[in-house]
């Protein structure tokens, strides 16, 4: 039964890593070709209705590479997140047999402990990062501070070049 078990995550991580890698390489690619395409249209000719269009098409097709990007790191932190729920529930069922049959806790304390050493590990992982609920603030304070860095640094430049 372990064995099942270990070789279906085993195959359920690799298509889950393929999926999102080329999503996300996908995104990168859509992102930078609607800065493109709406950047190098504004300078040669007038905007017209079409050229509108043709903006608009692009940017949703990045939002939507986008919105599901959000939803399957949604669902992988979903279950990381009730996985991570499993040793609360272990450590009450352990309490429970202790009282119960207070002549074999030393067994009960061997199984909660495999379970706490293994419990690190469990989880969606993309890229060996854990995807957890918390993951999103994380990854959005990390831009924010590349952005701001790259902006303090080029206004610094600036006030040098001057």
Known sequence: MVDVIKKFSDIFAAYFFYSEFTLLV??????VGCVDLVTS????EAVTLELIAV????ISFFCVFIIAIKCIFSS?????????????????MEATLNLTYPSMQDDYARFY??????LHLTGFRSMGII???????KFTYGV???????????????????
């Open 26 to 31: 996908g995104t990168v690619g859509m992102g």
């Open 131 to 137: 995807i957890s609920s918390n993951l999103g603030a």
């Open 144 to 162: 924010f501070t590349v952005i701001s860095s790259l902006l303090f640094y080029s206004i610094r430049y600036l006030d040098i070049a001057s």
């Open 113 to 118: 402990q495999h379970s706490e050493r293994g």
């Open 41 to 44: 249209s504004i300078g040669g």
């Open 76 to 92: 992988a932190a979903q279950i990381t997140e009730s996985v991570k729920r499993v040793q609360h529930r272990v450590h009450r």
């Open 55 to 58: 903006w608009t098409y692009a």
